[in-house]
C-alpha cells in the first residue's frame, strides 16, 4: 500500500499546475492537499528519516573499514656515552616519516548490534504506518474542512431567513400599534429577538470566512469567494454497507489499522531496545584484518621502511560497568511495559471510535430520510402558503415563517448528508481500508469541476 500510495502523490504532483478557477470540488481540494498540506508534508520527511533507520542498523553488523595516514617532521635528541664508561655526548637527528594503515573489522558475534538491526527494521515499518495513518487521516480532513465550509454557508442561510420573519414580524407588530390593535409587549419581544437574529447571521458570517480559512489552510489554494466550494447534488441517497456487522469491521480494524499497527511496531522498538541494554553483559567477538607501511617510525628505524599485515580474532568481555548495564536494562524494560499499555490504550480508543462511526453511518440513513420527507412536506407547505397569500387568506409574515421551516430542514438534512459521507470515510479510516477510491465515492455526491484549478496561495 505504502509504495501505490507514493507513486499516487508523485503523479498528482506533477499534473497540478496552478491555474485559476472560481469553482472547487472536493477532489481537487484532496489533490492540492496532497502537496500543500503542511502536516502530511511533514509526515512524508518524518517516513523518510524513519526508513532510513533499516539501514543505521543493518550497519552495526557490516564490515567496519578505517585507514589512517601520517606525514611528520621529526627533531631528536640523544644524550648519552658513546662508549661503555665514557663522556655523555648528545646526538641530535631530524629526519621526516610517514605510514599508512588500513583496518577491517567484521562482527562475529554481537548481540548489541543484532539487537540494533532488529530495532532499525521495527523503526521503518513504524514509520511507514504512520505515514500511512497520515494519509488516510489527511482525506478525513480534506472532507472535514470541505464540508464544515459548506454547512457554514446553509446555517448562513437558515439565520438569514430567520432574521427576516423576524423582521417582517416586527413590522407586522408596528403597523398594528399604529392601528391601535397591537400589544406593546408583543412588539418589545418581537425586536429583541430580531435584534439576536442580526447578531446571529454576522457571527455566521464570521464562521463562513473562518471555515473558508480553514479550507484554505489544507489545501494550500486561494479561495476567493465561499461560494465557489462546490455543493452537493440533489438526490442524494445514503451509502449501504457492505458489511453490516460489527465484528467484521472489528476484525479489519485489529488487522489493518496503521494507528494500531505503528504501536505494534512501537511494542517491538521498545522490546530490541531492552535487548540492547541485556546484550551489555555478554562477549563480542570480531575477526580483525589491518595492513600498514611506515618509514622512520623510531631512532633505530631511521631510513626504514617496516610493512605489517595482521589478521585475528579480537573477543571482549564485559565484567564490570558500575551497574550501568542493570540500570539500562530495567529502565528499557519499564519503557517496554509502557509501550505494550499504550498499544492497549490505542486498541480500546480504535476500537470505541470504530463503534461510534458504525452506528452513526447506519442510524444516519433513518435520520436523512425523515428530514428528506420533512424538506418535501415544507416544500410543499411554502407553495400552498404563497397560493394563500395571493388569494388573501394569509399575509406574507405567513409565507416567511414556512420559509425558515423550510430553511431549517434544508440545514439540518444537509448536515445529516455531510456527517454520513463523513462517518463513513472514518469508519473506513478506523478499519484501516480507507483509499483514494472510497473518498472518489463520496466525491460522486458532490457537485464537480474537473477542469479547474485554484491558484496556490
Known amino acids: 500500500m505504502l509504495v501505490r500510495l507514493l507513486l499516487q502523490i508523485c503523479c498528482i504532483s506533477l499534473l497540478m499546475t496552478p491555474h485559476w478557477s472560481y469553482s472547487l470540488d472536493l477532489m481537487r481540494a484532496y489533490e492540492a492537499a496532497l502537496g500543500n498540506d503542511p502536516a502530511f508534508r511533514a509526515a512524508a520527511k518524518e517516513n523518510e528519516a524513519a526508513q532510513a533507520n533499516q539501514t543505521i542498523g543493518r550497519s552495526n553488523l557490516l564490515p567496519q573499514i578505517s585507514g589512517n595516514g601520517s606525514a611528520m617532521s ?31 573489522t567484521q562482527p562475529l558475534f554481537n548481540l548489541t548490534a543484532l539487537a540494533q538491526m532488529r530495532q532499525g527494521n521495527a523503526q521503518a515499518a513504524q514509520g511507514s504506518a504512520k505515514f500511512v495513518y497520515s494519509y488516510q487521516d489527511l482525506m478525513v480532513r480534506v472532507m472535514q474542512a470541505y464540508s464544515d465550509a459548506l454547512y457554514a454557508q446553509d446555517n448562513l442561510a437558515y439565520l438569514v431567513a430567520q432574521r427576516d420573519a423576524y423582521r417582517e414580524q416586527l413590522a407586522v407588530n408596528e403597523r398594528m400599534l399604529e392601528k391601535g390593535e397591537g400589544i406593546v409587549t408583543d412588539a418589545l419581544e418581537t425586536k429583541a429577538v430580531y435584534e439576536m437574529a442580526v447578531a446571529q447571521v454576522i457571527e455566521a458570517q464570521d464562521q463562513v470566512n473562518d471555515s473558508k480559512r480553514k479550507l484554505e489552510a489544507v489545501t494550500g489554494m486561494q479561495i476567493n469567494n465561499s461560494n465557489a466550494i462546490r455543493k452537493l447534488k440533489d438526490g442524494f441517497k445514503p451509502l449501504i454497507l457492505k458489511q453490516n456487522r460489527y465484528d467484521d469491521w472489528r476484525g479489519l480494524a485489529i488487522e489493518n489499522n496503521p494507528e494500531l499497527r505503528a504501536a ?12 540492547q541494554q541485556q546484550a551489555g553483559h555478554a562477549p563480542i ?88 420527507r420533512s424538506v418535501i412536506s415544507g416544500t410543499e407547505l411554502t407553495k400552498a402558503m404563497r397560493k394563500s ?69
Open 285 to 372: 567477538v570480531s575477526a580483525i584484518a589491518s595492513w600498514g607501511s611506515s618509514l622512520s617510525q623510531s631512532v633505530p628505524m631511521i631510513g626504514q621502511r617496516a610493512v605489517t599485515s595482521s589478521a585475528g580474532v579480537q573477543l571482549t568481555i564485559p565484567f564490570y560497568s558500575g551497574g550501568g548495564v542493570v540500570g539500562r536494562a530495567v529502565q528499557a524494560y519499564a519503557n517496554y511495559e509502557k509501550a505494550i499499555a499504550d498499544r492497549d490504550a490505542v486498541t480500546d480508543k480504535i476500537t470505541i471510535e470504530l463503534n461510534k462511526q458504525f452506528d452513526l453511518v447506519r442510524s444516519s440513513v433513518q435520520r436523512i430520510q425523515a428530514l428528506n
Open 264 to 275: 505494534t511496531h512501537a511494542v517491538e522498538v521498545a522490546r530490541q531496545a531492552y535487548e
Open 389 to 457: 397569500v395571493q388569494g388573501g387568506q394569509r399575509i406574507n409574515l405567513d409565507i416567511l415563517v414556512a420559509d425558515k421551516t423550510l430553511a431549517t430542514s434544508k440545514r439540518d438534512l444537509a448536515q445529516a448528508n455531510y456527517n454520513h459521507l463523513l462517518a463513513y470515510l472514518k469508519l473506513k479510516q478506523q478499519a484501516g481500508t480507507l483509499e483514494i477510491e472510497d473518498l472518489e465515492v463520496v466525491a460522486r455526491f458532490f457537485e464537480s469541476d474537473m477542469n479547474m484549478q485554484l491558484p496556490k496561495k
Open 74 to 104: 621529526n627533531d631528536t635528541a640523544v644524550n648519552g656515552p658513546v662508549y661503555l664508561n665514557g663522556p655523555s655526548v648528545t646526538t641530535t637527528r631530524a629526519y621526516p616519516s610517514n605510514g599508512v594503515s588500513v583496518q577491517i
